[in-house]
T-cell receptor, first 111, second 114 residues
């Protein structure tokens, strides 16, 4: 009964490829997020969706595109992967502005 | 713009000793404040949160934190550290409405000596 799940946990790919990371929450929350954690462990918001509507879109390259098919899912698609995209990507969810619950993370390595 | 500062990058304490991790924030209104812990290779687990009310909040694993508005601080404390507490600790600030995303500090890595 995992609250926030992400797949895959590890993703190793070549530069220039396109990849997707999937996220699902079973908490009934109305808001979902994508965060990026860089090699220095710094966490930064990328996107946020509230009831399937994009409410935060930070300065992220256009190669990153979130998609929310329903309230429980928020996927992240990345086109033309670059070396600098290597990081850990965390999905999270919350009800309104209250505490966020994080998924286990997806470690993306671009070779 | 909101920001969070964790001045200690790395802290080492002996098992059984007390612990205090510092966190200072900058936010235009009353903030929502959080402490998360991340064990190696793991996701983030919420330790405790402050929304309003009592400024001393209790969390899981014996942690507590105190909100001090005058000092813009939300320091995390534990009276007796266990070896299993070794991890990365993140302070974060958020809001109830509007921009709900959390702004994180840079983290404090805690090492526990036997």
């Amino acid at each position: 009964d995992t609250a926030v799940s992400q797949t895959p946990k590890y993703l190793v790919t070549q530069m220039g490829n396109d990849k997707s990371i999937k996220c699902e929450q079973n908490l009934g929350h109305d808001t979902m997020y994508w965060y990026k954690q860089d090699s220095k462990k710094f966490l930064k918001i990328m996107f946020s969706y509230n009831n399937k509507e994009l409410i935060i879109n930070e300065t992220v390259p256009n190669r990153f595109s979130p998609k929310s098919p329903d309230k429980a899912h928020l996927n992240l698609h990345i086109n033309s992967l670059e070396l600098g995209d290597s990081a850990v990507y965390f999905c999270a969810s919350s009800q309104e502005g209250y505490e966020q619950f994080f998924g286990p993370g997806t470690r993306l390595t671009v070779l | 713009a909101q920001s969070v500062t964790q001045p200690d990058i790395h802290i080492t304490v002996s098992e059984g000793a007390s612990l205090e991790l510092r966190c200072n924030y900058s936010y235009g209104a009353t903030p929502y404040l959080f402490w998360y812990v991340q064990s190696p290779g793991q996701g983030l687990q919420l330790l405790l949160k402050y929304f309003s009310g009592d400024t001393l909040v209790q969390g899981i694993k014996g942690f507590e934190a105190e909100f001090k508005r005058s000092q813009s601080s939300f320091n995390l404390r534990k009276p007796s550290v266990h070896w299993s507490d070794a991890a990365e600790y993140f302070c974060a600030v958020g809001a109830a409405t509007g921009r709900r995303a959390l702004t994180f500090g840079s983290g404090t890595r805690l090492q526990v000596q036997p």
